[in-house]
């Protein structure tokens, strides 16, 4: 038999199914918040996979189409995320608090302390570093990133700087392995650095005459366009961009130029033959500073984060709805592979607040239940 009802009929049926549906929502979290009380009083774990695993069996034995078999496993899984949600909130209020490993201090001085950069002076990373620390400061230069974490690590340094994201050539993936490398350090700052390039080389050169240009890879890549104008050019990859000015200036030859800063240029007496070579004029780099103290202060507002996930569908799209759930600001996110595991990945992510406020510490909660590593880089 023909359906006769007209779209508005059918949405009023609607409307009468979905205010009986949220009725019996919220008699569902009622009876969860009880569920939470008990919880408290037993010291039970809010998580219990092997429960809700039986639940969503038993909601799917209800229907008999995989479609709609598949489809109450996704909309009871949602329920039982945002349940949990609600008893961590109610075990926070009981003082059962998601422990961070950070203390929160008053203030904290960079009077009288010994930072570490990478590379050699007029890097940007020394840039960063005087601009963090002022012009003064006692500052060290190493070989690699890692010598710069060692340095920390063991107490020869207080900090080290190191770049770990470029507004237009993406993360630098080194410095984020090194934050897993090394988890006694954590972030205690960030430095951003307008990065404008410039080509330089030996008195007499001209870029007609340039056959190679030296530099790190980061540069080279926000450099792009330059190497498309000039096909003739090779770009060569150095382990950092003065350490590049520093072999341009030590070779001699006119026919090698190198892309670094201008204060590269000066240090090393080389002539500029192209400033601004980078394509995008508002290039800049994201420095972070790290030290051995796990300690945020009253004007932290970003808090860095690592943490894996099962892996299996839906698994990163549940961790983030910690965030969206608890109205935490999500700012930054980027993947790297799992060395011992292949094809499987760590999330690196950057959220907005502090370790001390009340929606952070329901949405570390959460996380906490659904990941398999969850690592907190740093507030600050």
């Avoid at 038993?58 to 996704?74: G, H, M, N, P, Q």
């Avoid at 026919?255 to 394509?279: D, H, M, P, T, W």
């Amino acid at each position: 038999m023909e359906n006769t009802q007209t779209l508005l009929e059918i949405r009023d049926q609607l409307d009468v199914i979905d205010k009986e549906i949220t009725a019996l929502y919220k008699k569902r979290m009622d009876l969860c918040a009880l569920v939470a009380e008990t919880k408290i009083k037993s010291g039970k774990a809010v998580f219990d996979p092997a429960r809700e695993e039986e639940k969503l069996d038993t909601v799917a034995s209800y229907l008999e189409s995989d479609f709609d078999k598949k489809a109450i496993r996704e909309l009871y899984r949602q329920m039982m995320t945002i349940s949990r949600r609600l008893q961590l909130r109610i075990l926070s209020e009981h003082g059962k608090s998601y422990d961070t490993g950070y203390e929160k201090i008053d203030a904290r001085t960079k009077l009288g302390k010994r930072a570490v950069y990478q590379g050699v002076e007029g890097a940007y990373a020394h840039i960063a570093a005087r601009q963090c620390f002022g012009k003064d400061a006692d500052l060290t230069n190493v070989k690699t990133w890692k010598d710069a974490a060692d340095m920390v690590k063991e107490g020869k340094a207080d900090y080290a700087v190191l770049p770990i994201e470029n507004s237009s050539h993406g993360v630098v993936s080194d410095n984020f392995d090194l934050l897993i490398k090394y988890p006694e350090l954590a972030i205690i700052e960030e430095v951003d650095l307008k990065v404008e390039h410039a080509l330089m080389s030996v008195e007499g050169a001209e870029i007609d005459g340039i056959k190679a240009v030296y530099s790190h890879p980061q540069a080279i890549g926000q450099c792009s366009g330059f190497f498309e104008e000039h096909p003739e050019i090779t770009a060569v990859a150095m382990a950092n961009t003065a350490v590049a000015a520093k072999f341009v200036k030590d070779r001699g030859d006119r026919s090698i130029a190198a892309l670094a800063s201008e204060e590269s240029a000066e240090l090393y007496g080389l002539q500029i033959l192209q400033k601004s070579v980078n394509k995008e004029k508002t290039n800049t780099t994201r420095f972070i500073i790290i030290g051995r103290e796990k300690t945020y202060t009253e004007n932290a507002k970003k808090i860095s984060l690592c943490f894996e996930t099962a892996h299996r569908p839906g698994a990163l799209y549940n961790i983030l709805g910690n965030f969206i759930f608890n109205d935490v600001n999500m700012t930054m996110i980027s993947s790297r592979p799992v060395p011992e595991r292949p094809f499987e990945y760590r999330f690196f992510v950057d959220i907005e607040g502090r370790l001390d406020m009340p929606n952070v510490i329901n949405a570390l909660s959460g996380m906490g239940d659904q990941v398999t590593e969850l690592s907190i880089l740093g507030n600050y």
